[in-house]
C-alpha cells in the first residue's frame, strides 16, 4: 500500500540486539517457566505492575526523532557565561572537533547508546593522556572529561592512592578556585586526608 511505501524505514527496532525466540525459550526452559509473561507474574510484584498498556504515543522513526529534537534544542537561547571561576567559553579547532570529539568511530562502530559511546571517549582519553606523558617527560598523566573541581579532586585521590594512602597530607594553594579548594576538602574528608590549603 501507498502507507507502507512511505512509511519511515529508519526505526530503532532493529538497533536493538535482544535475545532471539531460541534464546528466550531456552532461558525459560532453565528457569522453568512456560512464557515471559509467567516470568514477569513471579518476579515483579504485583503491586507496583501497570495492568493496562502505557499510553504512549507511536513511536518517531530516528529521522523523525532527531527533527524533533533539533526543534526542541533550537528553542535555546544561547547566551554569554559571566560565571567565571574556571567556567569560560572556549574555541575548539575543527581538526580536534573531527578526529576526536565528533570521530564517527567512537559511535558508529557501537548501539547508540552512552555506554557504547563511553568507550570511544576513554580510548580519545587514553591518547590524549599518552600524548600528554610523552610531551611532558612525565612518568603518567591524568585527563578527565569531569569539570575542573571534580577533575582536581580525582588527582588529588589518585595521587594519595599512588603513595598507598601512607601520606596523608595534600596542599592545595589558596589561589586555586574556592570550588575546586571546597571539592578537594571534601573528598579528602572522606578519604581521611589532611587537605592543607596555604600560599
Given amino acids: 500500500t501507498a502507507t507502507s511505501v512511505f512509511a519511515p524505514t529508519d526505526a530503532f527496532l532493529h538497533r536493538h540486539v ?3 525466540e531460541a534464546e528466550t525459550s531456552d532461558m525459560l526452559r532453565t528457569l522453568k517457566y512456560d512464557s515471559v509473561d509467567q516470568l514477569v507474574d513471579d518476579a515483579v510484584p504485583a503491586a507496583i505492575r501497570l ?4 499510553a504512549m504515543e507511536p513511536a518517531l522513526s530516528e529521522s523523525e526523532a532527531l527533527a524533533k529534537l533539533k526543534g526542541i534544542m533550537g528553542k535555546n537561547k544561547v547566551l554569554k557565561s559571566l560565571i567565571g571561576m574556571g567556567y569560560y ?3 575548539t579547532p575543527g581538526v580536534v572537533l573531527r578526529n576526536i570529539l565528533e570521530n564517527p568511530g567512537w559511535y558508529t562502530s557501537y548501539t547508540p547508546y552512552q555506554a557504547e559511546i563511553s568507550q ?3 580510548q580519545m582519553l587514553l591518547s590524549f593522556q599518552t600524548m600528554v606523558a610523552d610531551l611532558t617527560g612525565m612518568e603518567m598523566s591524568n585527563a ?3 569539570d575542573e573541581s571534580t577533575a582536581a579532586a580525582e588527582a588529588m585521590s589518585m595521587c594519595y592512592a599512588l603513595k598507598q594512602q601512607k601520606k596523608p597530607s595534600f596542599f592545595v594553594d589558596q589561589g586555586c578556585h574556592p570550588q575546586n579548594i571546597a571539592l578537594a576538602r571534601t573528598r579528602g574528608e572522606a ?3 589532611n587537605v592543607v590549603v596555604g600560599a
Fill in 51 to 54: 495492568d493496562k498498556p502505557l
Fill in 18 to 20: 535482544g535475545p532471539s
Fill in 89 to 91: 567559553e572556549t574555541h
Fill in 191 to 193: 578519604l581521611g586526608m
Fill in 144 to 146: 578527565s572529561l569531569l
Fill in 120 to 122: 570511544g571517549r576513554l
